[in-house]
């Protein structure tokens, strides 16, 4: 419970709405996410549902299951994005290919979204796996995205210098 009412205070704190409901569940199997390590998606009952499969023994200190979350959220919040058109948008500012199979994931616009809100709302300096942006590009496009700057910490040389005070 503690992880989940972190995660909604994240995106709380630069005003990100998420559906007013949606399904939750972890699934250390994996085998909800078919060998993945997350899931978002729309149920049989048209309701959000994000499912998170990061093992126990695996994340012992929970760090990839905060990234997990805080990325398959991100999908819920781009689903939403402004008036629920706003995915082009949103797509846009990340560049990428829509999020067709054909598609390498990193090139995926969904994937992108959901990785640079999930970087900017994270509480650990790192970087997104997929992620070939330089820091101070995802600090503009999460800015874009949100019209927010990403929440603490952030990495001094991840400020753009228009920025830096």
């Known amino acids: 419970r503690a992880l989940v009412d972190w995660a909604l ?13 949606f399904d939750l569940s972890f699934d250390p199997t994996r085998a909800a996410c078919f060998g993945a390590v997350g899931r978002c998606r729309i149920n049989p009952d048209d309701i959000p549902e994000v499912t998170v499969c990061e093992p126990d023994e695996l994340d012992p200190t929970k760090y990839h299951r905060k990234l997990t979350l805080l990325h398959e959220m991100a999908h819920l919040w781009h689903g939403g994005f402004g008036d629920g058109d706003g995915w082009p948008e949103a797509s846009a500012i990340v560049g990428g290919m829509d999020n067709d199979q054909e598609v390498p994931w990193p090139e995926r616009s969904e994937e992108r979204v959901a990785d640079t809100i999930s970087w900017g709302l994270s509480d650990q300096l790192y970087r997104p796996a ?3 942006q330089p820091c101070d590009v995802l600090y503009r496009q999460f800015e874009e995205l949100t019209g927010f700057a990403p929440l603490p910490p952030i990495d001094p040389k991840c400020v753009p210098e228009s920025e830096e005070s």
């Open 130 to 132: 997929r992620g070939t």
């Open 9 to 21: 205070g994240r995106f709380l704190e630069v005003e990100l709405d998420l559906p007013g409901q």
